[in-house]
């Protein structure tokens, strides 16, 4: 285990800004230790850092004034994301006490908050006896320390580090473990430097396997030391972890081109903010509940791929992903971007949209950001951008919950939603808009007609001769396109049909097609 290899990294591991002591921390950490309330398993070698279910936390946001991101966030009030703050702590089973937030031009150095704000911030947390502090947008490391001195020793940590600990309750897969791993990882390099002042204490050099006494001046030598050699290693052990997802990524590509090969289906992702409903809607047209879904932020985090059919006869392949969310950092994207590959080769795109959320506007702009990041127009053939469906779901709300329905954004016809795509012009807007419930079921056989309709769209015409030796082909034509034509020859079958892009192009190597212009 990594943090046990060298425990003045576990001390520094026990929160984005540790205690200055952690009394009773014994030499070589076992595989599960808890110090003031922390707990932490090996998990891929990089430990899980977790509050614990049940702790009382105080929430803190803050509006700011100038931003360079004015226009998405003047949409998206303090209330609003300390509202979602709510949510995601308890999803990870922490109980809020109560909130708080500043206004303010831009954040303090030091303290993020202004020092009047700390003051009653740290008269609250005395009154309350809250046993962390969670604050809504990212902290430096020195700020972390600042407040955690500040705030009498509690646990402070940030909206990234919350969402890393729901991510790593939520992954099943090695490689959501290897992702979350590295995640962290990466989020703590920076803070390791918040070892020292626990270095220098005599809970610091017992974890070393020193006596915890001797003067100040060797302490302080020996931490400098420790801590670079501890940066080492950290550095050493995230980058085998990157390089065993690359190797699981490798796979991952492979069984996509296998699995392309072989069924020749065309994919259909996914996509929405977190708790939209993504999971329930493919259960539902799966007509079983294969995945699983939750009332909960994040209830799925690895991708799922299922087999649906279309009401033709056709089949495509749904693949659902991870859900977004707002401030997201973007190395967080970066180390799930693998689980988003189905995205770059799907044929269509499903927006999920919760339409009965009166955020649900803020929530689109979220997820067409991050979607455009991952997708990129120059990274498209001929920069043609996949289509996409805005499917809005939870319309059964509307009719139970008016209020939201007046005052959210779902009191427009479906025809406007389409200009919601236009923000910042990020992309174009989407191709269609279907309505829709995955609780009643509302809406999808027009959705799943919608589908057929625009992937008919995208077929490729082909003129073929398919060598009788060559059956399993034409089975694929039949199985995946349409054939318009159809003769027999001495040396194998001739036919005119419109096959999805993957089918043309693997029937073009092989010699036996040519695409019509």
Same mark, same amino acid.
């Given at each position: 285990?990594?943090?046990?290899?060298?425990?003045?990294?576990?001390?520094?591991?026990?929160?984005?800004?540790?205690?200055?002591?952690?009394?009773?921390?014994?030499?070589?950490?076992?595989?599960?230790?808890?110090?003031?309330?922390?707990?932490?398993?090996?998990?891929?070698?990089?430990?899980?850092?977790?509050?614990?279910?049940?702790?009382?936390?105080?929430?803190?946001?803050?509006?700011?004034?100038?931003?360079?991101?004015?226009?998405?966030?003047?949409?998206?009030?303090?209330?609003?994301?300390?509202?979602?703050?709510?949510?995601?702590?308890?999803?990870?089973?922490?109980?809020?006490?109560?909130?708080?937030?500043?206004?303010?031009?831009?954040?303090?150095?030091?303290?993020?908050?202004?020092?009047?704000?700390?003051?009653?911030?740290?008269?609250?947390?005395?009154?309350?006896?809250?046993?962390?502090?969670?604050?809504?947008?990212?902290?430096?490391?020195?700020?972390?320390?600042?407040?955690?001195?500040?705030?009498?020793?509690?646990?402070?940590?940030?909206?990234?580090?919350?969402?890393?600990?729901?991510?790593?309750?939520?992954?099943?897969?090695?490689?959501?473990?290897?992702?979350?791993?590295?995640?962290?990882?990466?989020?703590?390099?920076?803070?390791?430097?918040?070892?020292?002042?626990?270095?220098?204490?005599?809970?610091?050099?017992?974890?070393?396997?020193?006596?915890?006494?001797?003067?100040?001046?060797?302490?302080?030598?020996?931490?400098?030391?420790?801590?670079?050699?501890?940066?080492?290693?950290?550095?050493?052990?995230?980058?085998?972890?990157?390089?065993?997802?690359?190797?699981?990524?490798?796979?991952?590509?492979?069984?996509?081109?296998?699995?392309?090969?072989?069924?020749?289906?065309?994919?259909?992702?996914?996509?929405?903010?977190?708790?939209?409903?993504?999971?329930?809607?493919?259960?539902?047209?799966?007509?079983? &509940?294969?995945? @699983?879904?939750? =009332?909960? %932020?994040?209830?799925?985090?690895?991708? /799922? #791929? +299922?087999?649906? *059919? !279309?009401? $033709?006869?056709?089949?495509?392949?749904?693949?659902?992903?991870?859900?977004?969310?707002?401030?997201?950092?973007?190395?967080?994207?970066?180390?799930?971007?693998?689980?988003?590959?189905?995205?770059?080769?799907?044929?269509?795109?499903?927006?999920?949209?919760?339409?009965?959320?009166?955020?649900?506007?803020?929530?689109?702009?979220?997820?067409?950001?991050?979607?455009?990041?991952?997708?990129?127009?120059?990274?498209?053939?001929?920069?043609?951008?996949?289509?996409?469906?805005?499917?809005?779901?939870?319309?059964?709300?509307?009719?139970?919950?008016?209020?939201?329905?007046?005052?959210?954004?779902?009191?427009?016809?479906?025809?406007?939603? &389409?200009?919601? @795509?236009?923000? =910042?012009? %990020?992309?174009?807007?989407?191709?269609? /808009? #279907? +309505?829709?419930? *995955? !609780?009643? $079921?509302?809406?999808?056989?027009?959705?799943?007609?919608?589908?057929?309709?625009?992937?008919?769209?995208?077929?490729?015409?082909?003129?073929?001769?398919?060598?009788?030796?060559?059956?399993?082909?034409?089975?694929?034509?039949?199985?995946?396109?349409?054939?318009?034509?159809?003769?027999?020859?001495?040396?194998?079958?001739?036919?005119?049909?419109?096959?999805?892009?993957?089918?043309?192009?693997?029937?073009?190597?092989?010699?036996?097609?040519?695409?019509?212009?």
């Amino acid at each position: 285990m990594l943090l046990a290899a060298f425990p003045a990294l576990a001390a520094a591991a026990l929160g984005p800004w540790p205690a200055p002591t952690a009394p009773g921390l014994s030499h070589g950490l076992p595989r599960a230790v808890s110090l003031r309330g922390i707990r932490m398993q090996g998990s891929f070698g990089a430990e899980s850092i977790t509050i614990p279910r049940g702790t009382t936390v105080y929430l803190v946001g803050a509006q700011i004034k100038r931003t360079k991101y004015k226009t998405l966030l003047s949409q998206w009030t303090v209330d609003d994301s300390l509202d979602e703050l709510e949510r995601l702590s308890e999803t990870a089973g922490l109980e809020v006490c109560g909130r708080d937030y500043q206004t303010m031009q831009h954040p303090t150095a030091a303290t993020f908050i202004g020092s009047g704000k700390l003051e009653e911030l740290a008269a609250t947390v005395k009154e309350l006896r809250v046993g962390a502090v969670v604050f809504d947008d990212e902290l430096s490391p020195a700020q972390g320390r600042n407040l955690q001195k500040a705030l009498g020793g509690i646990y402070v940590i940030d909206r990234t580090m919350l969402i890393l600990q729901i991510f790593a309750q939520r992954a099943r897969t090695r490689e959501a473990k290897l992702q979350v791993a590295a995640a962290r990882m990466q989020y703590m390099l920076p803070r390791l430097q918040t070892m020292s002042g626990f270095l220098t204490t005599g809970a610091g050099m017992e974890a070393r396997g020193g006596s915890g006494g001797g003067g100040g001046q060797f302490l302080k030598g020996a931490g400098e030391s420790q801590i670079e050699m501890d940066r080492r290693l950290f550095r050493k052990q995230l980058s085998k972890i990157e390089a065993d997802i690359e190797e699981v990524a490798k796979a991952r590509r492979l069984y996509r081109e296998k699995r392309q090969q072989r069924d020749n289906l065309p994919i259909v992702a996914i996509v929405g903010y977190t708790n939209a409903g993504k999971s329930s809607l493919l259960n539902k047209l799966c007509g079983q &509940a294969e995945v @699983y879904a939750d =009332d909960l %932020l994040f209830a799925t985090l690895d991708p /799922t #791929v +299922r087999k649906v *059919a !279309l009401p $033709g006869g056709k089949e495509v392949l749904f693949s659902d992903t991870v859900g977004f969310i707002q401030k997201l950092p973007t190395k967080l994207v970066s180390s799930f971007r693998a689980t988003l590959d189905e995205l770059e080769d799907a044929s269509l795109i499903l927006h999920v949209v919760d339409s009965a959320s009166p955020l649900a506007q803020q929530h689109i702009s979220s997820v067409v950001r991050i979607v455009d990041d991952v997708l990129g127009a120059s990274d498209r053939p001929n920069g043609q951008l996949t289509p996409q469906i805005l499917v809005l779901n939870k319309c059964d709300a509307l009719v139970e919950n008016t209020s939201e329905f007046q005052k959210g954004r779902v009191d427009l016809n479906v025809d406007d939603w &389409a200009d919601l @795509y236009q923000l =910042d012009s %990020l992309t174009t807007s989407p191709a269609a /808009t #279907v +309505r829709t419930s *995955a !609780l009643d $079921g509302t809406g999808l056989d027009n959705l799943l007609s919608v589908i057929e309709e625009l992937l008919a769209e995208r077929l490729e015409e082909v003129e073929c001769r398919i060598p009788y030796s060559a059956g399993d082909l034409l089975a694929d034509i039949r199985k995946s396109g349409t054939v318009v034509e159809e003769s027999y020859g001495p040396s194998g079958t001739q036919l005119v049909a419109f096959v999805p892009p993957s089918l043309s192009n693997k029937l073009q190597l092989a010699g036996f097609a040519r695409k019509r212009a």
